[in-house]
């Protein structure tokens, strides 16, 4: 589902970031990307939200090569993806359910559509009974977790999370990986970028190890 294929990076003036990255993601894996700060995590989750383009090599997203792709083309695939953040990402003055609707509102979803769809999204992440609720009111985990609804409202194959649990205590952080390995177990692939070694470890995924820009271990 998720192919890099001799993938380099190198911001201009700031040098390479990516060097010769090859590996492959199959449909319903789950895997860890982990390495040093500045070892290239967030560079490699870039190139395939499409928010950076790669200097050379190819990533290839179900077959289609992301540097042959138009810009009109972007907002499209780009449904297929369900990106979460280390800080959440959420609008502070919208209530729960609209941060979970906006996929949808951006999609043209029906009013019905959408309703019956956050719903569901907010009953796999555990915050049926909050959905009128602002996000400042919620703790750090109820965020995340709504930032994770709001990830997978659209039904992506794919799921990219950056740092998920950086903000999180040890006890909300496994509560926040063991949602992505519900997911994963109906057939989303998921990708996580995480430095939180011990945590990783012990849950036994696939680890691709990053460092200054190579995959030393895939
Ligand atoms: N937009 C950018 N412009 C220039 N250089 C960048 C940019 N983004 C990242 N870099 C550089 O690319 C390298 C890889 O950064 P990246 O953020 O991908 O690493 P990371 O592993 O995610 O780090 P961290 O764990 O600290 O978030 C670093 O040297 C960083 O300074």
């Known amino acids: 589902m998720l192919k ?38 967030s560079t490699l989750l870039k190139l395939i939200a499409m928010m950076e383009t790669c200097s050379r090599g190819h990533v290839l997203l179900d077959g289609q090569n992301l540097n042959r792709i138009s810009e009109r ?86 799921i990219l999370a950056d740092e998920p649990t950086g903000n999180l205590d040890p006890e909300l952080s496994a509560e926040v990986m063991h949602l992505f390995e519900q997911f994963q177990q109906v057939g989303v692939s998921v990708l996580i970028a995480s430095h939180d070694i011990d945590l990783i470890t012990r849950m036994g995924y696939r680890m691709l190890v990053l460092d200054h820009g190579h995959l030393v271990k895939g």
């Not at 970031?17 to 995590?41: I, N, Q, W």
């Not at 003055?93 to 029906?110: C, E, H, K, Q, W």
């Not at 907010?122 to 994770?148: F, M, N, T």
Request: overall charge positive; hydrophobic content about 40%; cysteine-free.
């Open 4 to 41: 890099f294929d001799h993938v380099s990076k190198r911001y201009p003036d700031a040098g390479d970031a990516l060097v010769d990255v090859s590996f492959h993601l199959a449909r319903g894996e789950m895997a860890f990307l982990t390495g040093h700060s500045g070892a290239g995590k």
């Open 73 to 158: 083309q972007v907002p499209y695939l780009r449904r297929n993806l369900g990106l979460i953040f280390q800080d959440y990402k959420l609008l502070l003055d919208r209530t729960v359910f609209d941060n979970v609707a906006l996929p949808l509102v951006i999609s043209g979803y029906g009013h019905q559509d959408i309703a019956k769809r956050v719903r569901a999204a907010l009953d796999k992440v555990g915050l049926l009974g909050k959905e009128k609720k602002y996000p400042l009111a919620l703790s750090g985990g109820e965020q995340q977790r709504v930032g994770i609804a709001r990830a997978v409202v659209n039904k992506p194959r794919l």
